[in-house]
């Protein structure tokens, strides 16, 4: 806990109060954007749950196979092993965080069993040796969340950097054995819904981060440089993170505009189109790339509809069959 009792004197660089302000700017604007989509919200939301869950297993390099990832985060079926079990409990914890309400609060014993309900079927604290570790930091860990509750109920820090300092201050305490850099983000994940940025339940944060695993890594260890000594640049990692919120927001705000051009279509109309466009075989899963909020019941009514009008054939059975489009003429564009 180095960082705390120096924040109210921490000057803020000139390109992280220009970022901060594309942050407030874009976070305004949220009541517009789901007043265009208030109808679709619960669709967008499931569709979240799924990505986060999955690109959250890819973070931790949970090595199953792609089709057992959509299985598990999509369609719930039963998991065989530890593996696929920790995925199982990653999508219902993103279930509770994602339809929960906004009263989340930060807590030690909240964080224990975060940690404890995900990776349960196999606890790197679990002997007794390592049970004894997490309760000695224990004290430690009380320390840094009773200093965080003390600033923001002050209300003279501004949020998003302290969020970041916050999670500097875990990830190097090292509560947990393992996984401390996972749980430090699922950690400004809630914080960020518990203060109302609800670009969290609408863009998934972990698809994000996935995707800039080796930026998001050297962001924790440049800021971690010098935690020891009471000198950590907690500066790179709020970069970072300010950076992939502000890109959270641009997708927030391409996604509200596709909502807005496809309410001119039924959701059928809408998988006939993206069938159009695909090549002469196809499968489900290419038509969920092209739109993940169509539900799977519309694509399989749409198909059974092409396929009664001769449109399209099946080429085989199961959840990888694919689908070929019949040509009767040799101008025919679908």
Known sequence: MYFFPNIKTTPFS?????????????KGKETFYLSLIKNDSKVIKQSVIETDAEFAGRLLHIDISNQKYRLITQEGITPNNRKEKLVANLVKFFQIMHKAESNWKLSVNGIIEIQEFIFKEFDPNSSI?????????????????????RLLSEGECELFTLFCAFVIDFINLRTFDENNEFIGILLLMLLLKQHRYKVVDHISTLKILFEQEQALFEAINKSSLNWSIGLPQYHYFTMFMINTLNQMYIQFDKLCSNFQVDKQYSKEELVEQIISSLGTYFTKDDIRKNNPYISDSTINRTLKSLRERNIIVPTGKGRSAKWRKVKHSRYQEF
Do not use: S
């Open 14 to 26: 000139p390109q992280l109060m220009r970022l901060l302000g594309n942050v407030y700017e874009n």
């Open 129 to 149: 040796d390592k049970k004894r570790n997490r309760l000695e930091k224990r004290t430690e860990l009380e320390n840094l969340v009773m200093h965080f509750n």
